[in-house]
Nanobody, 120 residues
Framework: QVQLGESGGGLVQAGGSLRLSCAAS????????MGWYRQAPGKQRELVAS???????NYADSVKDRFTISRDNAKNTVYLQMNSLKPEDTAVYYC??????????????WGRGTLVTVSS
């Protein structure tokens, strides 16, 4: 099976920074897109940022110029550098990846989530 393990969440004051990490482990040939989603209380889960294997990135308008997504293909890891954090960034952040499994083909996997709390 394929698992995603997230780390880096926590409590930070507005204007501060955090860096989230997500590492994929298990059996797979390769990873296609990796991304970060978030879900605030009472709201739907939304895409924050994504990055494909070739390096092209996509960001939600609300985080452009503040967040940066990157990946280390050798470590099967995706990062989210979050700067100039705002209270409205408070949410559970979930890692997402599309992987090619030797037996089951293309699979979409989610991490368990990591809580980011931004105080005003």
């Amino acid at each position: 099976q394929v698992q995603l393990g997230e780390s880096g969440g926590g409590l930070v004051q507005a204007g501060g920074s955090l860096r989230l990490s997500c590492a994929a482990s298990g059996s797979f040939f390769s990873i296609n897109a990796m991304g970060w989603y978030r879900q605030a209380p009472g709201k739907q889960r939304e895409l924050v940022a994504s990055i494909i294997a070739g390096g092209n990135t996509n960001y939600a308008d609300s985080v452009k110029d503040r967040f940066t997504i990157s990946r280390d293909n050798a470590k099967n890891t995706v990062y989210l550098q979050m700067n100039s954090l705002k209270p409205e960034d408070t949410a559970v952040y979930y890692c997402n990846a599309g992987v090619f499994h030797p037996t089951y083909g293309y699979l979409e996997r989610w991490g368990r989530g990591t809580l980011v709390t931004v105080s005003s």
